[in-house]
Structures are given as C-alpha cells and as structure tokens.
C-alpha cells in the first residue's frame, strides 16, 4: 500500500524532531527535540536557569550534559528552574536536574496544575490516564506512532502519566499570582507572564536583554491544541488570543516553544504570533456565525476550514490540534452536548436497536458483514468501520467482526494527519486484535 500524504508529512515532521540544541541569542539555548519537550537554558553570570525540563530521566541526563558543554557545572550551578505549565512533559525531567548539590528554586504560577485538578478531584485520573496513552500512542510499535505531531516518539516508564505535572517532578517552591512579575536570577532580569491558553497555568518567560521569549505550549510548529482527544476542561480561545496579544507586544526577536524548532527574527516572530492568533480567531467566529444560524456540531466540523492563507503555513497544519475538533470543544463549551437533534433527547434507542435496523435493511449478518467488505476494498474506510461497529454491538466477542474494525479503523488512521487522532485510532484497532487473538 502506498502511503498517504498524511503519513508522508508525519514522516517528514518526525525527521525535524532529531535532538539538536539551538543557540537563541549570546546567552540562551533550546534543546530540542532531545524529550518529549524543549528545555531552554539561559546562562547568567555565576549560574544557569533552565526553562522546563523535559519528561524522560534519561533524556534529561542527555539535555544536562549538552548544556554543560556550554556552561560548566563546576562554576555555573542551576540557580533555576521555571515550569511554563503544569503538563508532565515539561516537568518529569526535573529530578535529574536537582540530583546534584545545586538547589534550585523552582518557579511556576500560583494555579500550577489547573488543567489536571478537576481530573483529580472528580476521581477521573484512571480515565484521563488511559486516553492520554491511546492519544500518546505508548502501546503502538515505533514504525505505527510516527512522532507525536510536535514530539518526538519517547517510552515513558510509567506510561501515560504525561498529563499530571505531579508525577515524578519536582514540586515547584516559587510561585508569582498576578499578571505578571520580574525576576533577576544569576543576574539575569527575567520576566514572568501569566499567559494562559493552551493550560491556565501557562507563563511565558521573557528575557527582555536578549528579546528572547519562551512561550510554553501556547504556540508551537502545529495548528493550536484546543482540544486533545485524551479529553481536556475549557481551553478558551479568547483568552489565549489576549496572551497571543500580549506576546506579540513584547516585540521578540526569538520566539522558543514547548516543542518544535524556535524561530528567529523580529519579523518572523510577529508574523507567526499574529498569524496562529488569527487561526484560533478564525475558527472562533466561523464556529459562532454557524451556531448562530443553527448548525450542528457535526455540520460545523465538516464545514470549517482554516482560509488558504493560514493553511499553507506549515506551522498552522494540523499536525498536533485539530480544526475540527475545535469547533466541536467551542459548541461544547457554550452550549453543553445538546446539538439540537431532538433525536438526541431521547436515551431509549440504543446503538443496539439502529444495529438491529440496519442488519434488517442490509437483509442479515452475512450480507451486512460483505456490505463492510465491500465499503473497505472500495477504500471507503469510514463507512466500513460505522457498518462494522453495528456488527459488534450485535456480536461483540466475533473475530472476523473484531478484526474487520480493527482493519477499517487502520485504513482510516492512515489518513489522519493529527497525530494523537491516528494512535488513538491505531490502539483502539490494537485493542480489537488483541481481542480477537484470543478468540
Ligand atoms: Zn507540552
């Protein structure tokens, strides 16, 4: 089988994702691509800060010994460490780099964590956990996962503990509430800006000597986050084109990511920022225009594209967010998840029952069974998958049904470019031939 364009743009992503370090400006780096997230290092006059720390132990150690070729342990201890946001991938790393006699502080934002906390409190961790293993791929082979869209692929021990910050880091002791405030470290001025978006505890790191700013995951090589398959509370677009905003007043001439490469020069910078803000503006308006006029979710999200001028940008591809996943999570957030089918209302016609009619209609089993066959040979992978899913309601335990999902569900995730959108795909499917294995 020849491969999609969508695989095709992965591959060329995960070949960007090889681990390099990045010199931002005289006295600041990224490494990149060496975890599952940057980490930043400016370098002052008797000590370093680090921005973030990745996720993976063995990856930081990689990191750390890169970033002292730079600056030499001996005399330039980690002062400190700044989380630009309570996801693991910017925090697990963080034991490696307080192992040793230096004392880091560790600086976050008064809220650090928000996006995890209502997960915890509701006792949904085991839920939350499980889904971001499927969106993070951590059962597939490496040739299936690709990259992660804006990461490279990396095993964490403790598989899909990604998404709480508080496992396995460091807890941050230095907390700024407030808009923002200023630091000197190791003699260094920093900024800290609340600039919530992709997290509500997301900060940008401004070093206004050098105008380099550190954005966290507000932005990064892909259309915006707003919505990951592996669930998430509110992300709210208005607000996260106010940092957007704010980020683009401050003029940098480098802009460091979460993930993926920096960019570099004034006016790249600001034409990137204005540019990913208009995406996520985009998709705001033509999501409250629809609703406005009565659309569905499900109209909307096959509707709503971003306009030629952003979607040839390689960093708006949808790589890591999606579109139209956007524009359900935006009906979603304002109006819950009525979609005005008053079809919908009603809790008493069970996925069993439109099972029972379409197998009628199809004039049995065996019929229906050749109907998802034909749909698969004839390359049309969602129907295919839908006709196999009424199979299964009906015989859940049935091999040859099991596995006709699992094939459906590949053919489809083979032209998915959002990389958490495929491994998802691709573990549900794995999960079904694990079923069907023991058939
Ligand atoms: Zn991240």
């Known amino acids: 089988m020849s491969k999609s364009s969508a695989t095709l743009a992965l591959e060329r992503r995960r070949d960007e994702l090889t681990p390099h370090?990045?010199?931002l400006s005289p006295h600041a780096w990224l490494s990149v691509a060496e975890d599952?997230?940057?980490?930043?290092?400016?370098?002052?006059k008797d000590g370093i800060i680090l921005i973030d720390t990745g996720m993976i132990p063995d990856c930081a150690h990689r990191t750390l010994e890169k970033f002292r070729e730079i600056a030499p342990a001996g005399t330039l201890p980690i002062k400190a460490i700044i989380y630009t946001h309570g996801h693991g991938d910017h925090t697990g790393g963080s034991p490696?780099?307080?192992a040793g006699a230096d004392r880091p502080e560790i600086w976050a934002r008064d809220n650090f964590g928000a996006e995890a906390a209502p997960f915890e409190h509701a006792g949904l961790m085991p839920l939350f956990k499980a889904r971001g293993a499927?969106?993070?791929?951590?059962?597939l082979p490496p040739d299936m996962r690709i990259c992660n869209g804006i990461a490279p692929i990396r095993y964490p021990r403790a598989g899909g503990a990604v998404f709480s910050g508080k496992?396995?880091?460091v807890m941050p002791d230095h907390f700024f509430s407030g808009d923002s405030t200023s630091l000197t470290i190791a003699g260094v001025e920093l900024w800290l800006f609340a600039t919530p978006g992709e997290t509500d505890d997301a900060l940008s790191v401004w070093f206004p000597e050098e105008k380099v700013l550190f954005c966290g995951d507000n932005l990064y090589r892909s259309f915006p986050n707003v919505y990951p398959v592996r669930g998430t509370g509110k992300r709210d677009i208005p607000i996260w084109c106010q940092s957007l905003r704010l980020m683009e007043s401050l003029e940098a001439d480098v802009l460091a990511p979460g993930h993926?490469?920096?960019f570099q020069g004034r006016e790249l910078?600001?034409?990137v920022l204005t540019r990913y803000r208009e995406s996520l503006e985009y998709v705001q308006e033509r999501?409250?225009?629809?609703?406005?006029?009565?659309?569905t979710p499900d109209e909307l999200a096959a509707e709503i594209r971003l306009p030629g001028n952003l979607a040839r940008l390689d960093y708006l591809k949808e790589y890591y967010g999606n579109v139209a996943w956007t524009v359900r999570n935006i009906f979603n957030q304002y109006v819950g998840w009525f979609d005005g089918n008053p079809l919908h209302l009603y809790s008493d016609f069970t996925p069993r029952e439109e099972a029972l009619h379409i197998l009628a209609m199809a004039g049995g089993t065996g019929s229906l069974y050749r109907k998802a066959k034909t749909a698969l040979e004839q390359k049309d992978a969602p129907w295919a998958a839908r006709l196999a899913e009424h199979l299964l309601v009906l015989n859940p335990d049935k091999k040859e049904f099991l596995l006709l999902r699992a094939e459906a569900l590949e053919a489809l995730a083979e032209t998915m470019l959002t990389a958490t959108g495929r491994n998802f795909t691709l573990s549900t499917a794995q999960k079904l031939r694990e079923k069907a294995q023991k058939k």
């Open 21 to 23: 370090i990045v010199q």
């Open 36 to 44: 599952v997230s940057n980490v930043g290092m400016i370098v002052g």
């Open 96 to 98: 490696v780099f307080c």
């Open 134 to 139: 499927m969106q993070g791929g951590f059962q």
């Open 167 to 169: 496992t396995g880091a």
């Open 260 to 262: 993926t490469d920096p």
């Open 269 to 271: 910078v600001h034409e």
């Open 287 to 295: 999501t409250i225009e629809g609703m406005n006029a009565g659309k």
